[in-house]
């Protein structure tokens, strides 16, 4: 079955500490994106690649890195200088580019111990 | 003008009732709509596609008002299940950057 699959579905966060959280499609899509929702928000875009070894910051990238080694796979680290982590972080793809719907992981969920 | 704006509700309606959202963007230029869905504590999944001559499914009808820059969703004879948060998604305002997504407007179906 094609799709985007995010791993671990729920995440604990030690203060100072650095995690990674896991994305990875494989409906051949060009384009990934990574989101943050905040309970009872909309969603918040942290990054977006459209190509290999290419990508964009979006609304809230700081305390984020991400990388797009492969086409298959983004994945995002929310490092110790984002102060306020806990969220549910999605993951989405596109064909053919930004301007198309992206089809959305199941999503991780990130708390603070 | 925000380049995406909805009315985040809730409508509360009762089962079998026809309810509709609007959706307001600000990019005179733009061609390509959609309605999502998101369900509590779920990732939103896609519902609809809105082109210049509008869309329907079922009892799910999307429109688009170019004269007056928005969006509509129509759900006719509303089931408990309908309950649900709907985001509208616009292109951007500048150049090559990804859609944008409303913060959404939440339904609740009541029995």
């Known amino acids: 079955d094609g799709g985007i699959t995010q791993s671990p579905k729920y995440l604990f966060r030690k203060e100072g500490q650095n995690v990674t959280l896991s994305c990875e499609q494989n409906?051949?899509?060009?384009?990934m994106y990574w989101y943050r929702q905040d309970p009872g928000q909309g969603l918040r875009l942290i990054y977006y690649s459209q190509i290999v070894n290419d990508f964009q910051k979006g609304d809230i990238a700081e305390g984020y890195s991400v990388s797009r080694e492969k086409k298959e796979s983004f994945p995002l680290t929310v490092t110790s200088a984002q102060k306020n982590p806990t969220a549910f972080y999605l993951c989405?793809?596109?064909?053919?580019?930004?301007?198309?719907?992206?089809?959305f992981g199941d999503g991780t969920r990130l708390s603070i111990l | 003008r925000k380049e995406v704006e909805q009315d985040p509700g809730p409508f509360n309606v009762p089962e079998g009732a026809t309810v509709a959202f609007n959706c307001t963007y600000s990019?005179?230029?733009?061609?390509?709509f959609f309605w999502y869905r998101q369900d509590c504590r779920k990732e939103p999944k896609l519902l609809m596609s809105?082109?210049?001559s509008g869309n329907e499914d079922g009892r799910f009808t999307a429109q688009l008002n170019r004269a007056s820059q928005y969006i509509s969703l129509l759900i006719r004879d509303s089931k408990l299940s309908d309950s649900a948060t709907y985001l509208c998604v616009v292109p951007p305002n500048s150049g090559n950057t990804p859609l944008v997504f409303g913060k959404g407007t939440r339904l609740s179906v009541i029995a």
């Open positions: 809105v082109y210049s």
């Open positions: 409906l051949n899509h060009d384009a």
């Open positions: 989405a793809s596109s064909i053919g580019g930004i301007g198309q719907p992206q089809h």
């Open positions: 990019n005179s230029a733009s061609q390509s």
